[in-house]
Each structure stands twice: as structure tokens, then as C-alpha cells.
């Protein structure tokens, strides 16, 4: 059986990419379809494999500046080639899906989400745009969405990385979708043995505005706890001008010092609303509970007074409350133990199993 993966591009290593490797674990002959990739910036796995890059890649500076050619992506994924292939798996999030696949092959499209700034973060991509900008990427987003909903009908089967991508899906596809979560690096992430002392509250994510740092440090300001900000992006000097004493920023850590991190962490804090999101599944597996907002992917990982707590409202304040809250009842109501066995059930073997199961059921549909 011949497979090809659609991956909309490939210039780092974040939960996408993750996912790639573990669809390349399943397929280990598959070929690599991308609009533009960066081999110094990807894993040996991925870098083992055939890639193919659209003519996207051909472009000038496209390797840095691949999201000015979104305009182009639509057409460069119906100029791929598939001839041959017999499973075609697109792994969505930037434009990926649009591909042309040859008859008698079954598409099976795993959506990490719908692209979100065409779809529901459209208005805060918009407002950070200048006014020749909005007009410009009004019309683009108008032209992308008509597109993003008629190759849909491109898709045999659906796959979504959470229960809340899967009502995007159908909200803005009208198409159902099954759910698998993505996986999780269950032997980087477990209990400290011994355990260790856990002394501060930790954030861990990109810095950029829609990941809502900002929220987190405001609610540990004037507090007497301490907060450990792990990540570097966009967001780093504006918060950096007012940072509370009791607020450290770290910025990136290596791959190795995260363990470490989670497992002397009374709690994670995490206020983004997440299509899934990682980070919860990797700090439960060391065993520390999650204080999360309550919408979104979080909603399929933390279980609520069991291995965290959610919060109602994306303001200090919530957080602030749910800070209360988990210390009033932490002694009686989280087990470290009991987390990480509710965060095992997220492992790389579950993944390769759910998604092979689906793309067996896709590629017998197709050949009745």
C-alpha cells in the first residue's frame, strides 16, 4: 500500500510535527507532500523520509516568509501529483486537505483544527493588522473560506485531535469527524521518583497574545506564590515591562529540563482556549494537576476535582479563584499517582491504534 502525507509545512518541531512522526511510526514507507520545509529544523524521522515541497517552496524567501503565499497555497496543493497512492492522509491545520486525490484512494484528513484565522479567530488575526491589511486579508479570508469548505467534500473520513475541533468541523464543514487525541510522550514525562518538593505554579506555552500569559501573571500579581513562565514568542518584552517580583521569566528551556519543571510544580496554569492541547496531558503525566479554562481541548484531558480544576471566565480574577480553591482542597483531592495514570491513557500506542482503526474503515469504504 502506497501513502502519502499532506503537511501543510514543516519548519519546526511542535505538536503537528509530533504527530507526523507518529503517522510515520504506523506508515514507515510513506512519502512527505509539504508546501515548504526546513530539514535543519526537523527530527532524523521526518528528514528519513522522501519530501516533496509544492511550488510554494520555489518562491522568494519562502522558507521564512511561507504564511505571505497563503494566497497561493490552494492552487499548489491541487498541483501535487498523487497518482498512485492508495491512503492519502492530509494533516490539517494550515491548508493541507485541498489536495486532488486519484480515484480509488481514500483521504483521511486528521484536523488539528479548521484555520483558525479564517474561521473563528479571524477578527482578533484582523485587528492586529493595519487598514490596507484588513482590507487585503478580508478578501483573501473570504476567497480561503469558500475554498476550505467545498474541498471538505475532497475528505472520506474526518479525524479531529479533540471533541471541540470535531464541533468546529461540523459547524463550519458540516461534516462529522472522529476523535483522536493526539499523542503524548509518555516516557519523557512521569513521576519523579522520589518525588520532589513542589514549590511554585508554572506556565508553559508560546508567547503570544491568544495563549493569555498576560492573564496569568496579572493574577499572581501582589501574591505571595510563585510563578515560573516557560516559552519565548511575540508577547515576551510586552510583559516583561511590568513583571511582578514574584513572577520569573525563563523563556525556552531545553527539551530535558521540562520534566523536571512540571514535577516540582504545585499546579499548571492554563488559560488558552485550545483546540487540544499538550501541555496538560505532559504535565499530568508527571503527575501535577492542571488549572485550566474551561472551553475548549482541555475540556478532553483534565478531569474536573479529579486531576484539576477549570475556571469559567479568562480573567485574573478566575484564575486567581481557582489558585483558592485547588490549595483549600489539594491535600484531600489530587493524587499525583492517580493523574499520571488518568494521563497514560494519551500514549503513542493508543494513537497509532485509533488512527489506524479509522483508516482501515476509510480505505474499505472506498474499495466496495
Known amino acids: 500500500m502506497k501513502v502519502a502525507i499532506i503537511h501543510y509545512w514543516l519548519v519546526g518541531m511542535r505538536g503537528g510535527e509530533r504527530v507526523l512522526e507518529e503517522l510515520l511510526h504506523l506508515y514507515p514507507d510513506a ?6 520545509a526546513d530539514p535543519a529544523r526537523l527530527s532524523d524521522l521526518i528528514n528519513g523520509r522522501p519530501i516533496t515541497e509544492s511550488f510554494i517552496a520555489r518562491l522568494p524567501g519562502a522558507r521564512k516568509h511561507y504564511q505571505k ?8 496543493l491541487e498541483e501535487l501529483d498523487l497518482t498512485g497512492y492508495d491512503l492519502v492522509i492530509s494533516s490539517e491545520s494550515g491548508p493541507a486537505k485541498g489536495v486532488i486525490v486519484p480515484p480509488g484512494a481514500a483521504h483521511v484528513c486528521y484536523t488539528h483544527t479548521p484555520m483558525r484565522y ?12 493595519g487598514r490596507i491589511g484588513r482590507m487585503y486579508f478580508s478578501h483573501l479570508a473570504h476567497r480561503l473560506r469558500i475554498w476550505d ?3 471538505a467534500a475532497r475528505v472520506d473520513r474526518f479525524v479531529a485531535n479533540s471533541n471541540f ?3 468546529r468541523i461540523q459547524r463550519y464543514y458540516n461534516r462529522g469527524a472522529d476523535v483522536v487525541h493526539p499523542p503524548v510522550d509518555l516516557d519523557a514525562y512521569q513521576l519523579a521518583q522520589p518525588p520532589r518538593t513542589r514549590e511554585h505554579y508554572l506556565f508553559v506555552s508560546e508567547l503570544v497574545p491568544y495563549k493569555r500569559a498576560d492573564l496569568v501573571i496579572e493574577a499572581f500579581r501582589g501574591q505571595d506564590r510563585k510563578l515560573l513562565v516557560v516559552g519565548d514568542g511575540s508577547h515576551w518584552a510586552e510583559l516583561e515591562k511590568t513583571l511582578p517580583p514574584n513572577v520569573t521569566l525563563l523563556g525556552r528551556v531545553p527539551f530535558e529540563d521540562l520534566p523536571g519543571l512540571y514535577q516540582s510544580a504545585q499546579a499548571l496554569v492554563f488559560p488558552a482556549e485550545e483546540d487540544f492541547g499538550i501541555v496538560p496531558v505532559e504535565a499530568m503525566a508527571c503527575g501535577t494537576p492542571v488549572l485550566a479554562y474551561g472551553r475548549g481541548g482541555a475540556r478532553d484531558s483534565v478531569l474536573d476535582a479529579r486531576t484539576g480544576l477549570f475556571f469559567d471566565s479568562q480573567t485574573p480574577e478566575a484564575i486567581r479563584d481557582a489558585v483558592s ?19 497514560a491513557g494519551f500514549g503513542a500506542d493508543r494513537f497509532r491504534r485509533e488512527f489506524a482503526e479509522v483508516a482501515d474503515q476509510a480505505l474499505a469504504a472506498v474499495r466496495r
Do not use: K, N
Open 118 to 129: 479564517i474561521w473563528d479567530h479571524y477578527g482578533a488575526y484582523s485587528r492586529q493588522l
Open 69 to 76: 503565499y497563503l494566497a497561493l497555497m490552494p492552487r499548489a
Open 325 to 343: 480553591r485547588f490549595e483549600a482542597s489539594e491535600a484531600g483531592t489530587f493524587d499525583p499517582e492517580d493523574i499520571a495514570a488518568h494521563a
Open 31 to 36: 512519502d512527505i507532500f509539504t508546501h515548504v
Open 149 to 151: 469548505v467545498s474541498t
Open 165 to 167: 475541533v470535531a464541533s
